[in-house]
Nanobody
């Protein structure tokens, strides 16, 4: 497992933007996929976005496509989630994840971060 640490969450008004970061320590991301999930109160954790760390291919959930952008900086062992046009329904704890492409997309990555709260007020 790769220790992952998220940062960048907070409170923002609807229509605003936030940028989440996910730093990997002790090992490079270079051969893995990195992604983001979120869990709202009383709901199951859901997939948000993923990026292949070699080649940069991306995949998004339909609910965030066009508003969120996932990226990575392999040299810094850090991934990012730029969230624009935020809506109250985006309120959730956001989790960074890393692992193989198929495993991550199926909700079973090899590593999880501790989560960071994002709250969007109306």
């Amino acid at each position: 497992q790769v220790p992952l640490v998220e940062s960048g969450g907070g409170l923002v008004q609807a229509g605003g933007s936030l940028r989440l970061s996910c730093a990997a320590s002790g090992r490079t991301f270079s051969s893995d996929t990195m992604g983001w999930f979120r869990q709202a109160p009383g709901q199951e954790r859901e997939f948000v976005a993923a990026i292949r760390l070699s080649g940069g291919g991306t995949y998004y959930a339909g609910s965030v496509k066009g508003r969120f952008t996932i990226s990575r900086n392999n040299a810094k062992n850090t991934g990012y989630l730029q969230m624009n046009s935020l809506k109250p329904e985006d309120t959730a704890v956001y989790y960074c994840a890393a692992g193989g492409w198929a495993g991550l997309l199926s909700g079973s990555p090899s590593s999880w971060g501790q989560g960071t709260q994002v709250t969007v007020s109306s």
